[in-house]
């Protein structure tokens, strides 16, 4: 009786690495996309009003923050800034951006002098667009 010998070839130890480079980017693409960026926090963050109705403001690339604190500190985006400061940073961002809103965010405690000194040199740098940030009641909770 013959015998015959079956060879048996060994299982490759290699990992097929082809679709890495696919997996790799997709992942990279996920998180760019789901990442949330903040862009400008304030040093001083105020203490905003409430008020009856807000609206709120669809468009975010037009916006330019402007935090006015307690202590009369004013900081413009990322820029902290005095009050003959103001006028020429809004006028270089609106030149940039003319369809520009200038969000104000003043604490509740703040000066209405200095509210008044900054909404004077707003309008010096001709800054049309304003809004007045706000909390509501359900905002808080």
């Known amino acids: 009786m013959a015998h015959i010998r079956q060879t048996t070839q060994e299982a490759g ?3 097929p690495t082809a679709s890495m480079a696919d997996i790799s980017f997709l992942l990279l693409i ?12 304030p040093e001083y963050p ?16 037009n916006i330019a923050n402007l935090w006015i604190s307690a202590d009369g500190i004013i900081q413009i985006d990322s820029a902290l800034v005095n009050m ?3 006028a020429p940073t809004l006028l270089r961002k609106l030149q940039a951006n003319p369809q520009l809103i200038v969000l104000i ?3 509740q405690r703040a000066k209405y002098g200095v ?3 900054v909404i004077e040199e707003l309008r010096r740098a001709n800054t049309l667009r304003i809004s007045f940030a706000a909390r509501t009641k359900e905002l808080q909770q």
Do not use: C, H, M
């Open 105 to 107: 965010k003043s604490d």
């Open 13 to 15: 130890t290699t990992i």
């Open 46 to 61: 105020p203490d905003i009003p409430e008020a009856a109705s807000v609206e709120l403001l669809k468009n975010k690339r």
């Open 84 to 86: 003959d400061g103001v």
């Open 30 to 41: 996920f998180f760019i996309v789901s990442t949330v960026f903040v862009q400008y926090r």
């Open 115 to 117: 509210v008044s000194d």
